[in-house]
């Protein structure tokens, strides 16, 4: 009896599987409930930056740190991972893809913004880029409360020319930089004025989050009445077109001179003027 119960023990122990870390808490588990999975604030803005970091986009790293697991997924999220057995082992995102660091004309780093609540405010993390000759999730620290900075190592970014922002921009968003420059040159704008300028081109290539307010035009309540009126005043323009045109010809058949109205006249002469305030601008220097 005492051999067999050995035998029954050390058989069940040696078909036991010990657990080395436990699940994502709700990221791939379909038994727990939705309130207990990881809910992001916001979806992650559209891939931006250097074309050849791109390749990035759809790929995740991870690092595991005492008792935490962190998981970079590039121009999509930051998550951590207690790794303990505690019931309330904590599980959350840190941020969510959402625009870039620019300082002097290059790339300085990537944000990742609103991720779970953090006191009274969204837990976030900058994401620094640095040459190396894999790509990996080197290393995560926490400067200062719910801000997190992480720093992830690839080979992407060795050329020195590689996080650079003029190149990555289109024809026409480099031809307005182009025009920025020599304006702030000429002394046409102030430095304030470049650098809203600037903070333009960089919304508008989807590189910084945009910080204009949609304002939605109010709705026009169609009256028939006006629109009655306005299409018979249209019809009248017309015919007095018409007749004018009439008149004209059988006047110049006849060899009778006429003069042109003044407002016809000034219309012959008008040209199309260049629009010198460059847009974005509040700070125009007045030359007068």
Known sequence: MICASIFIKHGIAGKMKIVEEPNTF?????????????QPKVTPN??????????????CFSLSESTYKYEFCPFHNITQHEQSFRWNAYSGILGIWQEWEI?????????????????TRNRETKVDL????NSKLAAVS??????????????????????????????????????????????????????NLLRDIFEDAGFLKSQKVK?????????PQTDNSLQKCTEDLQKQREETERLRALLS?????????????????SQMVRDQHLRGDNGLIDLH
């Open 46 to 59: 559209p891939v931006s930056g250097p074309a050849h970091l791109h390749r990035l986009a759809g790929k």
């Open 130 to 133: 640095v040459c190396s000759g």
């Open 103 to 119: 300082a002097n004309n290059t790339f300085t780093g990537m944000w990742m913004r609103d991720g779970d609540t953090c006191g």
């Open 142 to 195: 926490e400067p200062s409360t719910c801000v997190y900075s992480l720093t992830f190592e690839t080979p992407l970014v060795c050329h020195p020319h590689s996080l650079l922002v003029y190149p990555s921009l289109t024809d026409n968003l480099q031809k307005e930089w182009d025009e920025a420059e020599q304006a702030r040159y000429e002394g046409l704008i102030t430095e304030q004025g470049y650098n």
């Open 253 to 269: 058949q006849h060899n009778i001179p006429f003069d042109l109205t003044p407002d016809e006249a000034k219309a012959t002469v």
């Open 26 to 38: 709700g990221l791939n588990n379909p038994f727990l409930a939705q309130g207990n999975r990881l």
């Open 215 to 223: 304002v939605k035009p109010p709705e026009v309540i169609a009256d």
